[in-house]
């Protein structure tokens, strides 16, 4: 039945003022006004039309993807948007794209490493798209070990150039996003020799197509990497390969905010420590961390919606059967998930003022929260991405069969953000280096450097006194347990920072209540995951145990009538769910009948190749036939 809301009873069964939280999650009444109008006119406009996307070929696809990049652009032109309004358009067109490097890698790079000259002169030509960049950093041979990369930098005297090369195969730039096909620039890393000395890597500015006809400039050899996981899905971006051979460069392409090399070939450093030159990746992982919530919380709709539609077994005296939310498995797998989007939100939040914090104190040459700033975004990034995978694949299986149709929209969900868990710092590496740190702190414990931020715990924690001056021994031998103790530290991080969240005013009837039971389910679901490890560790007895898990199943049944509505907090439109089985008015089987006759294998009746395959075989001809 079109137009009839088939979860209105599920919202009318809501106990508080589900506006209200539409504006704790997005952030601020502003950022609701801008997040509401913004997908509104994405959705409304044809131009941004991305139901077909799965069946495109690659070619189709990526010229898709151009298209509407140019059309985003020409929009945030036409009206007149603000950085943060185009920011929230990218986000809702929803599809991987080269502008997201540009915008979100090469510009802070440049930002972030990038001298005063250095900004003014490439700045306002990337702020107008009149450049198009992209990160080169992974190599073939070699993407966590960053210093580990063999592109070189050849200080040239004679020239005042630097010589960039590619002197072997696994040298070869590998992956960057944008490079395939688009990018006319890039931050390529290389190794900067001078004077027949090695400093360590770092970013160069180099031109990598004419702006006149696009082709490759010499000594550049330049492609698309392939197919990736997914159809559609992330083959929208061109993910790129790059040789340089002998290539050239003026000398104040090198980004010299962190050190510099002068026409008489000589090396300096400044004050900023060198951990700089991995400025732009802080900013990335910090970035995706906010970008989890999103993901995860667009999954969980979708699941939420349709379990409050499916109905399986249970029908009494021939009404209607069980819906599947009310079972408390399906309730045991979703609700944890629900609570940590929100969760994610609130510390995605906190990281962004932790990261301007952070950038405000680096910019006054204050370095001294640049190590915990580090461990945060690594680990945050790593805990989120991992949660927010799972989570979209749990959400898949939580619609049974038809989670696994592309309509539903999770299988493609799922393809464009699996790669979280390995772009931009391998999961594990990063856990590695939050271990790092926590190691080095507890060695540091009982001196005179006291632990603060968000590892003042620390102090309070007697057992780890015992321990610290074992932690320097062992480190490789004991990893796998030590990236288990960065785990728990970030999930520490996630329950505190909601926690802290509480502690605020929240206006709008029982908005408060519901978070209070989303933060006590995120928690305690955590305690119920890993009680073998608070078992064994001490931290609480087997009764502890026994009441996390009977409260967990109390706050799940308070939950259960609030879901549809906690869900319609986030304020997706249908457009950017892009799914069937989510979308707001429940009306799934009819669209799901009519998606399915839309398919390009229904535009015949009898399909391609029944004569030359089907026929011979049902005819036992083809032992004859020419296949
Ligand atoms: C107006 C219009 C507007 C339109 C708006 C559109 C908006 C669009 C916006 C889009 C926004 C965002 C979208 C982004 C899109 C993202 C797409 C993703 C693409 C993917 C890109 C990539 O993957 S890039 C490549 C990333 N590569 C990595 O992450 C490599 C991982 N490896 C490393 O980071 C390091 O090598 C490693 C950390 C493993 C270091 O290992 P190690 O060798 O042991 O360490 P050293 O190098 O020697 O370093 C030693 C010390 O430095 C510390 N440290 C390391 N990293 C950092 C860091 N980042 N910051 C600070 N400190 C660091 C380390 O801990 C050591 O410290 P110590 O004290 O010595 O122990
Ligand atoms: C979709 C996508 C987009 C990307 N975009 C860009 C881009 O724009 N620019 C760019 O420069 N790069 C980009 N990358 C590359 C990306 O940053 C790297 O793939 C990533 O940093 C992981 O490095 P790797 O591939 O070398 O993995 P590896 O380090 O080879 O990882 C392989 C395995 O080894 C393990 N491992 C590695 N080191 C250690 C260790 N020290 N201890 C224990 N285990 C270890 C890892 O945990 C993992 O299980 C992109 C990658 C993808 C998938």
Redesign the pocket.
């Known amino acids: 039945m079109e137009g009839v809301d088939h979860l209105a009873h599920e919202r009318n069964k809501s106990e508080f003022d589900v506006d209200a939280m539409k504006i704790v999650w997005a952030g601020s009444p502003h950022a609701f006004v801008v997040s509401d109008r913004i997908s509104k006119l994405v959705a409304s406009d044809p131009g941004f039309r991305k139901d077909n996307r799965s069946t495109l070929s690659r070619k189709e696809l990526f010229k898709n993807t151009l298209r509407k990049a140019a059309y985003a652009w020409k929009t ?1 032109i036409d009206l007149h948007l603000s ?1 943060e309004e ?2 929230k358009l ?1 986000f809702y067109v929803d599809e991987p794209a080269f ?3 540009h ?3 090469f510009i802070p790079a440049i930002k972030g490493q990038g001298t005063e000259e250095q900004q003014q002169k490439w700045l306002p030509l990337a702020y107008k798209m009149q450049i198009i960049g992209c ?1 080169a ?2 190599e073939l041979g070699h ?5 580990g990369l063999e592109t070189t930098a050849t200080f040239d005297p004679q020239t005042d150039e630097f010589i960039i090369h590619s002197p072997t195969l696994t040298s070869s730039k590998w ?1 960057p ?1 944008g490079l395939g096909k688009v990018a006319t620039h890039a931050i390529a890393y290389a190794l900067l020799i001078v004077g027949g000395r090695e400093q360590g890597v770092h970013g160069f500015i180099v031109q990598l197509r004419s702006l006149e006809d696009h082709s490759p400039l010499p000594g550049m050899t330049v492609g698309d990497i392939g197919m990736k996981f997914g159809n559609g899905a992330y083959n929208a971006m061109d993910n790129g390969v790059l040789r340089f051979d002998h290539v050239r460069i003026p000398r104040n392409q090198m980004l010299m905010r962190v050190s510099q090399v002068t026409c008489e070939g000589k090396y300096k450093q400044s004050d900023v420590p060198r ?1 700089l030159v ?1 400025g732009a ?2 900013y ?1 992982r910090q ?1 995706i961390v906010a970008d989890a919530s999103c993901a995860l919380s667009r999954a969980v709709c979708i699941a939420t919606r349709y379990s409050a539609v499916r109905r399986q077994f249970g029908s009494q005296n021939g009404g209607p059967e069980t819906q599947v939310i009310d079972y408390k498995t399906q309730q045991s797998r979703l609700f944890p998930l629900l609570a940590s989007a929100y969760a994610f939100r609130f510390v995605g939040e906190w990281l962004k003022w932790l990261y301007a914090d952070v950038t405000q104190r680096l910019q006054a040459n204050d370095f001294s929260t ?2 915990e700033a ?1 461990a945060c975004t690594a680990g945050l990034k790593s805990l989120t991405t991992t949660a927010t995978a799972d989570g979209i694949e749990e959400c898949r299986k939580l619609c049974g069969g038809h989670g696994y149709l592309c309509s539903s929209g999770l299988p493609e969900l799922f393809a464009v953000y699996v790669p979280a868990c390995t ?3 391998e999961n594990t ?1 990063l856990l590695l ?1 939050v271990a ?2 926590l190691m ?1 702190t507890v060695s540091q414990l009982g001196s005179s450097k006291k632990p603060v931020g968000t590892i003042a715990y620390m102090t309070r924690v007697e057992h780890l006194m015992q321990c610290r001056c074992g932690v320097q021994r062992g480190f490789a031998e004991l990893s796998a347990d030590l990236v288990e103790a960065a785990v728990a530290h970030c999930q520490l991080l996630v329950v505190s920072k909601f926690i802290e969240k509480l502690q605020q005013e929240i206006p709008g009837k029982g908005v408060k209540q519901q978070l209070e039971v989303l933060c006590n389910i995120y928690a305690l679901f955590l305690l119920h995951k890993h009680q073998g490890d608070f078992l064994s560790t001490g931290c609480i007895t087997p009764k502890h145990a026994a009441l996390a898990n009977d409260e967990l199943r109390s706050l799940y049944s308070q939950v259960r009538p609030n879901a549809i509505a906690l869900v319609d907090a986030f304020n997706y439109t249908d457009h950017y769910l892009g799914s069937i089985l989510g979308c707001y008015d429940g009306n799934v089987y009819p669209k799901l009948y009519e998606a399915a006759w839309k398919d390009p294998l229904n535009e015949s009746v009898v399909p391609d190749g029944y004569h030359q395959y089907i026929r011979p075989l049902l005819k036992q001809e083809i032992r004859t036939a020419r296949l």
């Open positions: 945030i950085e185009a920011a990218r502008t997201d490097v915008w979100g890698m990160y950093q992974t993407g966590s070990n960053v210093q992956w996003g951990q991995y990746m802080l990335v970035t640049l190590p580090h772009y931009e710092g590496v280096q790092r740190f080095k």
